[in-house]
């Protein structure tokens, strides 16, 4: 029985450690994933009409039309926006989830590996992060897919949304953003969860490349089912005022009127390409921090 404690999850973590090491992982995921990210907000939103060539044939079109119009950092254009956001956010998710722990979980279901109360517990997260994942995600999406130089940087767009919409344009898409992380955490975390357990030696340590490993295929589970929500949320955020009155249920009827259900999975091979990296990225940060402050 002492053996089986050891490989499973850890348990509960104090909430501080948690949210520190959480914005950890927060950096890490943005440093190593927002060029991809940049192609997949690109690929979502561009407009295709029926019987035309798309502005993007391919992620890797979208990418060399990116770097040859605007130089390689054109991959990072709006990085500014999630990376000081991003680590305040991941820092909330991650609290949001040893929060939902201790509501969901109790210490038998979380080392048998219950997977349902688990993935309730990354469901809760959400409340936490999108207050401030959904202005960064507004001015991200607006940044990555001008082609003009209208704004100047990422304070630049979030000034002027503010100053032409006030807090509801800064703050469009912020129930679909909660829709899409709450569905995408519970995935996130149970997965998460589970693959670290199955990587867990003998002495229930888990080694990096087994962090890694858990922590990309994580991702990879997280995105695929979120990505239809995503793309609806991408549409709205970096559409004109007025164009879609009753938000993401507009943006569902018009996709689905003018370029059919193909398009809510638009752009999954750059989230599956930068979604086990990025994550794998976050969760190894996460990790090495709780170790560090455990030392």
Request: proline residues 5%; aromatic residues 12%; charged residues 20%.
């Given at each position: 029985?002492?053996?089986?404690?050891?490989?499973?999850?850890?348990?509960?973590?104090?909430?501080?450690?948690?949210?520190?090491?959480?914005?950890?992982?927060?950096?890490?995921?943005?440093?190593?994933?927002?060029?991809?990210?940049?192609?997949?907000?690109?690929?979502?939103?561009?407009?295709?009409?029926?019987?035309?060539?798309?502005?993007?044939?391919?992620?890797?079109?979208?990418?060399?039309?990116?770097?040859?119009?605007?130089?390689?950092?054109?991959?990072?254009?709006?990085?500014?926006?999630?990376?000081?956001?991003?680590?305040?956010?991941?820092?909330?998710?991650?609290?949001?989830?040893?929060?939902?722990k201790r509501i969901?979980?109790?210490?038998?279901?979380?080392?048998?590996?219950?997977l349902l109360p688990?993935?309730?517990?990354?469901?809760?997260?959400?409340?936490?992060?999108?207050?401030?994942?959904?202005?960064?995600?507004?001015?991200?999406?607006?940044?990555?897919?001008?082609?003009?130089?209208?704004?100047?940087?990422?304070?630049?767009?979030?000034?002027?949304?503010?100053?032409?919409?006030?807090?509801?344009?800064?703050y469009r898409g912020?129930?679909?953003?909660?829709?899409?992380?709450?569905?995408?955490?519970?995935?996130?975390?149970?997965?998460?969860?589970?693959?670290?357990?199955?990587?867990?030696?003998?002495?229930?340590?888990?080694?990096?490349?087994?962090?890694?490993?858990?922590?990309?295929?994580?991702?990879?589970?997280?995105?695929?089912?979120?990505?239809?929500?995503?793309?609806?949320?991408?549409?709205?955020?970096?559409?004109?005022?007025?164009?879609?009155?009753?938000?993401?249920?507009?943006?569902?009827?018009?996709?689905?009127?003018?370029?059919?259900?193909?398009?809510?999975?638009?752009?999954?091979?750059?989230?599956?390409?930068?979604?086990?990296?990025?994550?794998?990225?976050?969760?190894?940060?996460?990790?090495?921090?709780?170790?560090?402050?455990?030392?």
């Amino acid at each position: 029985a002492e053996e089986e404690i050891k490989v499973a999850p850890s348990g509960q973590k104090g909430f501080i450690e948690t949210t520190i090491a959480g914005g950890v992982g927060g950096a890490c995921l943005v440093l190593s994933g927002h060029p991809l990210d940049t192609i997949k907000v690109r690929m979502q939103t561009m407009k295709v009409v029926k019987g035309e060539i798309p502005m993007y044939t391919s992620a890797f079109d979208c990418a060399r039309k990116t770097v040859q119009k605007e130089g390689f950092f054109g991959l990072y254009k709006g990085v500014t926006a999630p990376l000081p956001a991003v680590t305040p956010m991941y820092a909330l998710c991650f609290f949001g989830y040893e929060f939902g722990k201790r509501i969901f979980t109790t210490e038998e279901s979380y080392k048998e590996l219950h997977l349902l109360p688990i993935a309730a517990a990354g469901a809760t997260s959400a409340i936490f992060s999108t207050p401030i994942q959904a202005p960064q995600e507004r001015v991200k999406c607006v940044m990555q897919v001008q082609q003009t130089a209208k704004y100047s940087g990422s304070v630049d767009c979030a000034r002027t949304l503010l100053k032409e919409g006030g807090m509801t344009s800064l703050y469009r898409g912020f129930w679909s953003t909660m829709a899409r992380d709450g569905l995408a955490s519970a995935f996130y975390f149970s997965t998460y969860e589970f693959c670290k357990n199955k990587f867990a030696g003998d002495d229930g340590s888990v080694s990096p490349i087994g962090t890694l490993t858990a922590g990309g295929i994580a991702g990879m589970f997280n995105w695929l089912f979120a990505i239809p929500l995503d793309t609806l949320k991408s549409k709205l955020q970096v559409a004109p005022d007025g164009v879609y009155p009753n938000g993401i249920r507009s943006v569902f009827v018009d996709v689905m009127k003018t370029e059919g259900p193909g398009a809510l999975f638009r752009g999954l091979g750059p989230i599956m390409l930068r979604a086990f990296p990025a994550n794998a990225a976050c969760f190894l940060g996460y990790e090495t921090a709780i170790k560090i402050i455990y030392w």
